[in-house]
Nanobody, 124 residues
Framework: VQLQASGGGLVQAGGSLKLSCAAP????????MGWFRQAPGQGRELVAA????????HYVDSVKGRFTIAGDDANNTVYLQMNNLKPDDTATYYC??????????????????WGQGTQVTVSS
């Protein structure tokens, strides 16, 4: 199974970026999908998770109100819209998929599938 991640880049603080993660149809429609990130010298943390079948979303506190995760079943893609970016958001972002029941408690490592990392850099 391949998750195709794209997006990312360099942006100034306060700016916006959008990440995309395309998945096979059965993964998109039944698994939880989301994004983790890892900053240099730090551990990997969950950013946001989404489950198409329930419509549930979950965010880490530090991104609530700034990031939005959503899915598009026309192309089996999950998006992470990131607004009002801060330098602390600088990290490598990884798309992930996991067979879960609840995005609120179950979307944790280990996951079933990873996409390639994409770099997000926010300058001050």
């Amino acid at each position: 199974v391949q998750l195709q991640a794209s997006g990312g880049g360099l942006v100034q603080a306060g700016g916006s970026l959008k990440l995309s993660c395309a998945a096979p149809p059965d993964i998109f429609s039944t698994y939880g999908m989301g994004w983790f990130r890892q900053a240099p010298g730090q551990g990997r943390e969950l950013v946001a998770a989404f489950k198409w079948s329930s419509g549930d979303t979950h965010y880490v506190d530090s991104v609530k109100g700034r990031f939005t995760i959503a899915g598009d079943d026309a192309n089996n893609t999950v998006y992470l819209q990131m607004n009002n970016l801060k330098p602390d958001d600088t990290a490598t972002y990884y798309c992930a998929a996991k067979d879960i029941w609840s995005v609120y408690r179950d979307f944790i490592e280990p996951v079933d599938y990873w996409g390639q990392g994409t770099q997000v850099t926010v300058s001050s």
